[in-house]
């Protein structure tokens, strides 16, 4: 899974800092905030994959905050959780209005929910979580320079030094599919036609 930095801004230093163990071990990097005003000078500095925030905070409240990075294009589209122990209906209506992505009451289940909803937010697969993987890209300015012969040996040679690792080979040299009698490959399947 590639590392991903989350903020999270919490007034309760023991809730800020029980969510930022968590998400530790799930080996994501947490920045911490005890204010509002604290958690917008992060934001814009640190530029966080997703910001949670308890939008009881005092100083400065969470849709207040939500609004601020709504209307700075820096943060504009950044991912923001509400994570409160304010279960109320109007708060929820509140906080989503003002711009957060979503809204977590903190019980029992917020973890799972935060957890899930991170990944979710930021396009990590429960898979890729479990499973892990790797990527490489090779990209060549023209073809017949040998750039599909060499994603053909690569793949191969994880393959077999490597069984359980699952390979995906896609060439983008035209024409697509070109690499298939390479590997052994007789299927039908295209850039098209994968999901």
Not at 4 to 21: E, M
Not at 137 to 144: D, R, T
């Amino acid at each position: 899974m590639p590392e991903k930095k989350i903020l999270v801004i919490d007034a309760d230093v023991a809730s800020r800092n029980f969510i930022a163990r968590t998400l530790s071990e799930q080996k994501y990097e947490v920045i911490q905030a005890g204010s509002g005003k604290e958690g917008l000078i992060y934001s814009w500095r640190d530029r966080p994959d997703v910001v949670v925030i308890d939008p009881t905070i005092t100083d400065i409240t969470g849709e207040e905050i939500a609004r601020k990075l709504r209307q700075d294009a820096r943060t504009a589209q950044m991912p923001l959780i509400a994570l409160s122990s304010d279960p109320s209906v109007v708060r929820i209506k509140a906080c989503l209005d003002a711009g957060f992505n979503e809204y977590i009451t903190k019980s029992g289940q917020a973890v799972p929910m935060l957890t899930e909803t991170i990944n979710r937010l930021l396009g990590i697969s429960n898979a890729a979580i479990k499973q892990g993987g790797l990527l490489m890209v090779i990209l060549s300015a023209k073809g017949g320079v040998g750039t599909s012969s060499l994603c053909a040996n690569i793949a191969m040679n994880i393959a077999q030094n490597q069984p359980e690792a699952r390979v995906v080979v896609a060439d983008m040299v035209l024409p697509i599919g070109s690499i298939a009698p390479i590997v052994g490959y007789t299927g039908n399947q295209n850039i098209v036609t994968i999901p």
